[in-house]
């Protein structure tokens, strides 16, 4: 049936033999090869940005989507009537990372070295939306300890308190400690560093790397779906992976070691990153999230999935502590090649 999104594809140079849709997109066999036709939220000066970087990456011999231009060479293709905007990319079919398989995990560590490694070089302007506040961590980390505070605040108040309320309270005052206690040596390493270093340790984030978006096709890894990116400090990207995998693994010490290993053989780290890397796994976030979740659902009915993965978050405590204690002596002392050999010994 002729629709919108097939009005919209009559815009670009391409033939279109077949469409299906997916997730929230129009996936389309064409004469160019596979396509994707997406909904585009950002700006246009952000989706002309993200053509440039892809191209660049492109040239570098980097694995990843592409921006197809109209017929007027435009990157965003506009539906007037609903006023919405689309983008047209060059796609991968292929397997996403799968986070069972040890070498999917570092195949995509590596990837976003790569990423990370390859930007650096871009000679292009970065626009200033782009761009985080330089204490956005420390601002944020500071907004969740006021919000972890303002839940404990809620439930002590509380006369009759549910499974999820008296659990979250029995560990609350541990892992607030944790939490102050990561943001304290965050706002003195950011007292610390010099600007060259702030500077160095700044670059193109991804912005949600996740295993959902590293596809292996045909033998090859690609990245895809860039629309979060933002110009802040690199390992955050590392950070976030780095938890969501562990999570999964239980805290593994030699898997969480062998992940760090594979992305500094690539992009070596300086040591305030590997600190800056540390105070990030530290800070309790699944904790926070947790919490978060709880203080915007509907507090007379609690979920079993919200006391299982509070229950989760404290049987995993111990594997954590474990992993953060090693971390902790890989950064303060950078003994790589020790940490490396011993990984399988945890």
């Known amino acids: 049936m002729y629709n919108r999104e097939e009005e919209i594809l009559e815009q670009y140079k391409v033939e279109i033999r077949s469409t299906v849709k997916g997730r929230g997109a129009l996936c389309c066999d064409t004469d160019k090869g596979t396509m994707l036709l997406k909904e585009f939220r950002g700006s246009g000066e952000r989706a002309v940005f993200l053509h440039d970087i892809l191209e660049y990456l492109c040239d570098g011999g980097f694995s990843a989507e592409t921006i197809v231009l109209s017929k007027e060479e435009e990157v965003l293709v506009k539906d007037e009537i609903n006023n919405t905007s689309y983008l047209l990319k060059n796609w991968y079919l292929g397997r996403e990372c799968d986070v069972r398989n040890r070498d999917d995990i570092l195949a995509a560590v590596r ?47 509380k006369n009759k308190k549910n499974e999820f309320e008296m659990l979250f309270m029995k560990v609350y005052e541990s892992y607030k400690n944790q939490a102050r206690e990561v943001t304290e040596q965050l706002k003195k390493q950011s007292a610390d560093l010099g600007e060259e270093v702030k500077k160095q340790m700044r670059g193109l984030c991804h912005g949600d790397y996740n295993q959902h978006n590293v596809l292996n096709s045909q033998g090859e890894w690609v990245l895809l779906n860039f629309e979060q990116m933002t110009y802040d400090i690199l390992v955050q990207d590392l950070a976030n992976f780095i938890r969501k995998i562990l999570e999964k693994y239980n805290w593994n010490t030699g898997l969480g070691i062998e992940m760090i290993t594979a992305y500094d053989n690539i992009r070596k780290m300086l040591p305030e990153e590997l600190e800056q890397l540390y105070l990030r796994l530290a800070y309790p976030k699944k904790y926070w999230k947790i919490a978060n979740h709880y203080c915007s659902s509907r507090k007379s009915w609690i979920s079993g999935r919200d006391i299982e993965k509070l229950e989760k978050v404290i049987e995993q405590e111990s594997s954590r502590k474990q992993f953060l204690k090693m971390l902790f002596y890989f950064t303060t002392q950078g003994k790589y090649d020790i940490l490396y050999e011993n990984k399988n010994q945890t």
């Open 111 to 157: 990837k976003l070295a790569e990423f990370h490694k390859l930007t650096a070089g871009y000679k292009g302007t970065i626009p200033e939306f782009l761009k985080a506040e330089q204490d956005s961590l420390l601002q944020e980390y500071e907004r969740h300890n006021r919000e972890l505070n303002k839940v404990k605040n809620y439930i002590r108040n």
